[in-house]
């Protein structure tokens, strides 16, 4: 089992920058696809970026593609989302997510293990 806590939330205007963390701890960090998804309010839980065990792999939602980029540091155990010209449409809670040896498809990539959450607000 992994345990996952995300930190780096908070307000921003829109155009600016956040960059959220997520640390880990449990298993070999190497060995776990990591990802992150968000969910705003009153809407479902969407997928934002993912990035493979080997780091050899990354993958975005179309909403934050050239915005957003996922990166792992495996002597950290630790996985960071820098989010850059962010939107209003951006707010959000954002979550962190791993699973083991993961290969499959991001788009459909439902993951065993989740963080608590951080919250993320952009202001107009």
């Known amino acids: 089992q992994v345990q996952l806590v995300e930190s780096g939330g908070g307000l921003v205007q829109a155009g600016g920058s956040l960059r959220l963390s997520c640390a880990a701890s449990?298993?070999?960090?190497?060995?776990?696809?990591m990802g992150w998804f968000r969910q705003a309010p009153g809407k479902e839980r969407e997928f934002v970026a993912g990035?493979?065990?080997?780091?050899?792999?990354?993958t975005y939602a179309g909403s934050v593609k050239g915005r957003f980029s996922i990166s792992r540091d495996n002597a950290k155990n630790t996985v960071y989302l820098q989010m850059n010209s962010l939107e209003p449409e951006d707010t959000a809670v954002y979550y962190c997510?791993?699973?083991?040896?993961?290969?499959?498809?991001?788009?459909?990539?439902?993951?065993?293990?989740w963080g608590q959450g951080t919250q993320v607000t952009v202001s107009s």
């Open positions: 449990g298993r070999p960090f190497r060995t776990y696809a």
């Open positions: 990035i493979s065990w080997s780091a050899s792999t990354t």
């Open positions: 997510a791993a699973e083991q040896y993961y290969r499959g498809n991001y788009y459909y990539w439902q993951p065993h293990y």
